[in-house]
């Protein structure tokens, strides 16, 4: 399970509204000096992520808490989200160019618009499977437990 410290923004029934701190830890790496992802890290900031979790340990607005999710629904909602499309694309691309040959179509104009097909239909499945597992609870975020007070 990935766990993360948020603290409680708002409580409705057994969801809440939990805000977490986007972290970077280019602070300790040694390459920091030369590194793009350093830089972008200084120039966009530290922004708060707002996440919906189910609590069922009835904590209150305004609690430190240590949020869970899944390893196996982060992997695979990432995979959703970042590699079928790359992969749709780029076999529609390969479809688009297979036909554009055998019908001696222009092979360029008509790989782009099937990647471009690849890229909406990928887009679609995406939006499928975010609305499935929208009621899901192995996708959703869970409030595990309280933090102590002194260790905030």
Known sequence: ???????IIK??????????QRQSTCSSCHAKNACGTSVL????GSKAARVR?????HAREGETVTVGLQEAALLKSSFMVYFLPLVMML???ITGKLLANQ??????????VFAVLGLGFSAFLVRRFSARIQSDQRYQPVILRRKP????
Do not use: Y
């Not at 399970?1 to 603290?7: C, G, K, R």
């Not at 409580?11 to 977490?20: I, L, S």
């Not at 890290?41 to 966009?44: I, T, V």
């Open 1 to 7: 399970m990935i766990e993360e410290t948020a603290i």
């Open 11 to 20: 409580c409705e029934g057994d969801v809440a509204w939990v805000e977490t």
């Open 41 to 44: 890290s200084k120039w966009l």
């Open 53 to 57: 979790a189910l609590n069922r340990i």
């Open 91 to 93: 076999l529609f691309a």
């Open 103 to 112: 019908l001696h179509w222009p092979v360029e104009p008509v790989v782009i």
């Open 149 to 152: 007070a002194n260790l905030i």
